[in-house]
Nanobody
């Protein structure tokens, strides 16, 4: 199993920045994908950014150019730098891990963190 722990959420004014972190427990998968999803009240969970084991990245249109993924050297921690935040970015943000190629479908991810709240107001 892979344990994921998110941190870094909070309250920020429009135009501000936050950096989310997702710390993963030790894993030995050679083929995997890590990503960030978010879910606002009354809305479906949305995949916003993900990175494969080959460092291919994907960003949703809603965040491209404002959000950036990065990892630490041993790829155990995934970061999401969020700039130019908007009120519509308000949501619970979840880190997810999949032991296969990246997928936009949240149902394809087996491992999830507990979530961290981001509020832009």
């Amino acid at each position: 199993d892979v344990q994921l722990v998110e941190s870094g959420g909070g309250l920020v004014q429009p135009g501000g920045s936050l950096r989310l972190s997702c710390a993963a427990s030790t894993y030995t998968y050679n083929n995997y994908c890590m990503g960030w999803f978010r879910q606002a009240p009354g809305k479906e969970r949305e995949g916003i950014a993900r990175i494969s084991h080959l460092d291919y990245t994907f960003y949703a249109d809603s965040v491209r150019g404002r959000f950036t993924l990065s990892q630490d050297n041993n790829k155990r921690t995934l970061y999401l730098q969020m700039n130019s935040l908007k009120p519509e970015d308000t949501a619970m943000y979840y880190c997810a891990f999949r032991t296969r190629y990246c997928s936009p479908n949240s149902n394809d991810y087996r491992y999830w963190g507990q979530g961290t709240q981001v509020t832009v107001s």
